[in-house]
Nanobody, 115 residues
Framework: QVQLVESGGGLVQPGGSLRLSCAAS????????MGWYRQAPGKQRELVAA???????NYADSVKGRFTISRDNAKSTVYLQMNSLKPEDTAVYYC?????????WGQGTQVTVSS
C-alpha cells in the first residue's frame, strides 16, 4: 500500500524559508519521478516542481529560482526547499508522482506566508 507523508509546513513571514519533506513507503521510490504540488484555496492543484529518478529537476515559472527540489533515494524521501516565500505561495503542499498515474494523495502540509 502506497503511503505519502508530508511534513515541514508552517507559518512564515514573506521572504522567509521552509523545507518540506515527503516520506514515501510501499513503492520502489528510486524508480519514480517525484513531484511537489500545491493547492491554494479556491484553486486547482498545480505541480510546482518535479525531480527524475536521476536527479534532474524542473520547476513551474512561479517558483523558479526560489524553490529547490531534491531527493534521498536511500530514505525514500523527497524535499522541497522554499526560499524567498511570498503570500501567493500559501497553499497545502503535497507530494506524488511527477508524471504518470498519480498515487493516492497524502494529507499534505499547510504553508502559510503572512506577516
Amino acid at each position: 500500500q502506497v503511503q505519502l507523508v508530508e511534513s515541514g509546513g508552517g507559518l512564515v513571514q514573506p521572504g522567509g524559508s521552509l523545507r518540506l519533506s515527503c516520506a514515501a513507503s510501499g513503492i520502489s521510490f528510486s524508480t519514480y519521478t517525484m513531484g511537489w504540488y500545491r493547492q491554494a484555496p479556491g484553486k486547482q492543484r498545480e505541480l510546482v516542481a518535479a525531480i527524475t529518478s536521476g536527479g534532474s529537476a524542473n520547476y513551474a515559472d512561479s517558483v523558479k529560482g526560489r524553490f529547490t527540489i531534491s531527493r534521498d533515494n536511500a530514505k525514500s524521501t523527497v524535499y522541497l526547499q522554499m526560499n524567498s516565500l511570498k503570500p501567493e505561495d500559501t497553499a497545502v503542499y503535497y507530494c506524488n508522482r511527477g508524471v504518470g498515474r498519480i498515487f493516492a494523495w497524502g494529507q499534505g502540509t499547510q504553508v502559510t506566508v503572512s506577516s
